[in-house]
């Protein structure tokens, strides 16, 4: 699977939990097997699902930081 051996040279992301780089694989896949079969209706909603499962990830992880916190950010030193 190339997709796999391509997201194996990133370095890990902060917001990677067990599991979420599975799901992504298998979203992806999804995603391009709609491709595939010309069915752009569920590749566009497939698609708006792993962005919006996506971006609540990443706001999750920035609300743990701190990010919006009154008084700053907290340290992840």
Do not use: F, N
């Not at 599991?19 to 209706?41: N, P, Y």
Request: charged share 30%.
């Amino acid at each position: 699977m190339r997709v796999a051996r391509r997201a194996e040279s990133y370095p890990a992301c902060p917001w990677d939990g067990p599991g979420s780089g599975e799901q992504g694989l298998r979203d992806h896949s999804a995603i391009l097997e709609a491709l595939r079969k010309c069915r752009a209706k569920v590749a566009s909603t497939l698609m708006r699902d792993h962005i919006v499962s996506g971006a609540d990830e990443l706001v999750a992880m920035l609300e743990e930081q701190g990010l919006w916190a009154e008084g700053g950010r907290k340290s992840t030193a």
